[in-house]
């Protein structure tokens, strides 16, 4: 259940800090139809639209999932509007749960591995690679610890495919990131401004 999600004219009710947090979801494409916006994380927005053909965020940076209780698919949207399901890389028009990440301005840093349980080759990284195999020589990470930072994983390179959200800790097989493959293609930090 989503506590914070409201709709029309509830806003005005809540102080100024939640409006700069916010992602509004519509069922048309270019921000027509039905629509829902919501201020903080949500398990399941199926109660709230049924498709999801556009967004606008106006504050904050989130990750949209594919399925409820943050499964799925993700899609890590800044602020801005983003008129059909293509323009935030989607692979489809579901959106079924959402989170919000704080802004982070501090240094980045996070050590990779080849092979589960942080074993077999690795390296350290503090900066965005929008080509692993050049600068690793692997295109499987079964592994990494993300020490400082949020970051984002790419199936290809150039920043294409899907994209994996991590936060800092260890990630002890690729499975616990949300992925099935462990082929990563490219990586980013997140940033506020991206």
């Known amino acids: 259940m989503c506590e ?4 029309g004219n509830e806003y005005a009710a809540m102080g100024k800090e939640r409006l700069f947090l916010r992602i509004i979801f519509y069922e048309g494409r270019n921000f027509q139809g039905r629509h829902w916006e919501c201020s903080s994380d949500c398990m399941d927005t199926f109660r709230h639209f049924s498709c999801c053909n556009s967004i606008r965020v106006s504050g904050g940076h989130w990750v949209a999932y594919e399925k409820p209780h943050y499964g799925g698919y993700q899609y890590i949207i800044g602020p801005g509007e983003y008129p059909e399901y293509n323009s ?7 959106v079924r749960s959402c989170q919000m990440y704080p802004p982070y301005r501090g240094s980045y840093k996070m050590r990779i591995y080849n092979r589960p349980d942080m074993m077999g080759h690795t390296m350290e990284f503090m900066d965005d690679c929008p080509n692993l195999y050049d600068r690793f020589r692997y ?6 610890n993300i020490t400082e930072g949020f970051w984002i994983f790419y199936e290809h390179p150039n920043y294409r495919g899907r994209q994996y959200f991590l936060r800092p800790g260890e990630y002890r097989a690729c499975g616990d990131w949300g992925c099935h493959n462990p082929m990563v293609g490219s990586f980013r930090r997140m940033r506020t401004v991206m």
């Open 88 to 94: 935030w890389m989607g692979f489809n028009n579901c």
């Open 139 to 144: 295109r499987d990470i079964y592994s990494c």
């Open 4 to 7: 914070n999600g409201v709709a």
